[in-house]
């Protein structure tokens, strides 16, 4: 388990959520929903949307030596696909869209999903590169839905869980 969750008391189980919880109390966090989370349901499950490292393309294929191993493969830079297996070969390749990922994912489970309102009490901070991201990790995200929970408001559960790396800010704090 990540040490970020360490200090956490919480309960693992192998089995599938989808398998603990009706599905009618189930949502599906991700930042690509239509649905905006406007209040924690504590009748509701909420389910904290896949990590995906946005600075690596990830690529589906099959070994070219092997030829019945599907590999996934990555692209750390260029067009070099490189074989995750010890052959080190160069992988047949087919690109996979991790673009709205984990709203596919919950669409396939006919689950409700829900985003995290960044865009309704956040603002575009100006910044060298003009990034903008909502996408957030999964602790980031556990931290806010807890200082919500603790709080009800979003602007504070928001401010302690975005870091300012992500390019959103607080309008009041958007002159600094």
């Known amino acids: 388990m990540n040490d970020g969750f360490a200090g956490y008391l919480m309960d693992t189980t192998p089995e599938s959520y989808l398998d603990l919880?009706?599905?009618?109390?189930?949502?599906?966090?991700?930042?690509?929903?239509?649905?905006?989370?406007?209040?924690?349901?504590?009748?509701?499950?909420?389910v904290l949307g896949g990590l995906v490292d946005e600075s690596i393309h990830k690529v589906r294929g099959a070994c070219p030596v092997s030829r019945d191993i599907p590999v996934l493969c990555c692209e750390p830079q260029g067009r070099l696909w490189l074989c995750g297996h010890a052959c080190g070969a160069v992988c047949q390749r087919v690109r996979v869209?991790?673009?709205?990922?984990?709203?596919?994912?919950?669409?396939?489970?006919?689950?409700?999903?829900?985003?995290?309102?960044?865009?309704?009490?956040m603002v575009r901070a100006p910044n060298p590169r003009n990034y903008h991201s909502e996408t957030l990790a999964i602790n980031?995200?556990?931290?806010?839905?807890?200082?919500?929970?603790?709080?009800?408001?979003?602007?504070?559960?928001?401010?302690?869980?975005?870091?300012?790396?992500?390019?959103?800010?607080?309008?009041?704090?958007?002159?600094?």
Request: aromatic share 10%.
């Open 21 to 46: 919880f009706p599905l009618e109390t189930i949502v599906y966090l991700t930042p690509d929903s239509e649905n905006v989370l406007e209040d924690i349901d504590p009748d509701k499950v909420y």
């Open 97 to 121: 869209s991790l673009q709205q990922l984990t709203l596919r994912r919950a669409r396939e489970q006919c689950l409700q999903t829900a985003r995290l309102p960044i865009r309704e009490y």
């Open 140 to 176: 980031q995200v556990f931290d806010i839905l807890s200082t919500y929970y603790e709080t009800r408001s979003w602007p504070a559960a928001l401010r302690a869980g975005v870091s300012s790396g992500k390019g959103y800010v607080l309008p009041d704090t958007a002159e600094q």
